[in-house]
């Protein structure tokens, strides 16, 4: 027990250490790389996010939802609908998240300096040389200090914090979601088209299937390709999902995540998020649900 313990310390410190070195490369590379990381990386993720949900809709809705819902029936449209809605909402949360400002700025100008007494809560910022509230960082992308700052997100082109967390979660939640739902659809129509171990390099490898009598054979490559190309994405957006909601549940940030001192109880921390309409946000990015926090004043665990 004592050895396994040891070696959980031994990789938590090298996990830490390797964020910490990665963050101090990634730090040192937007001070490089500002204008191509802005003008070349984010526009490219945008187009590959629309590319790759552009692509996901056509195949499913000319291929594999005929094979398996039926080519026009009620559970076809059902499906279509379906996809729709998963659609709308990943698309919406996204433009929403980046469409947001986080930023101190954003503030009424009455909220922009602290108030009497609270001074000593706010920190100095050198970049915008002024005094911010307590969790608002500097982002050298975005140039400008964020409101509880979560992360610079590269697929939204944007920093996510306190007034853009909401869709930022409501957008991975529907990217799990569609990614999951594809994932189920395809892999039964691999299994169907018999093309689920196709592309298996160690089948390949080993020669352990003849294809050379295969007419098929380049389709159901395609399939097989595209169902482990869709299981890649969504272990990816279920992971960053879990993240998430590992952190909203602490109220804490990507860069303090095991901190616990803004718990104020689940509820309230993922009201301070989702906003008082909490879970019902994940029907539709349009839903009002005003945040119970205006992003300068933050109760400590202790004070509470
Ligand atoms: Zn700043
Ligand atoms: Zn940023």
Known sequence: MIGLRRLFIIVLCWTRRMCVQSEDSFLRCTRRHRLKIVNVIHPISAIVLLGVIGFTLVYEVMYVGPE???????????????????????????WLSFKTDTTVNSLPAEQQTPAEGEAHLWHYCIACDRLVPPRSWHCRLCQG??????????????????????YFICFLFHLTLGCGS???????????T??????DPIMLFFKMSDYSKDVDLDWKYTISIIFKLNMFLFVIAL??????ILMVH????????LDRSYDLGWR????????????WT???????????????????????
């Not at 076809?76 to 698309?91: D, P, Q």
């Not at 602490?250 to 995540?257: A, G, L, Q, V």
Request: with cysteine; glycine share 10%.
């Open 194 to 199: 018999g093309s689920i171990m196709t592309a």
């Open 250 to 257: 602490r109220n804490s940030t990507c860069y303090k995540i």
């Open 68 to 94: 398996i819902l039926g080519s026009s029936g009620c559970l076809y449209w059902l499906g279509c609908l379906f996809a729709g809605f998963v659609i709308f909402n990943i698309l919406g949360n996204w």
């Open 268 to 279: 309230r921390n993922f009201e301070g998020v989702l906003g008082k309409q909490l879970f």
């Open 239 to 244: 992971f960053m999902f879990c993240v998430q």
């Open 182 to 192: 594809a994932l189920v659809f395809n892999g039964i129509y691999a299994w169907k």
């Open 145 to 166: 200090c964020m409101l509880k700052r979560d992360h610079h997100c590269t697929i939204s082109g944007s920093c996510i914090g306190h007034k853009n967390q909401r």
């Open 282 to 304: 994940l029907l539709s990015p349009t839903i009002i649900s005003p945040l119970t926090n205006d992003g300068t004043k933050w109760f400590v665990k202790q004070h509470v």
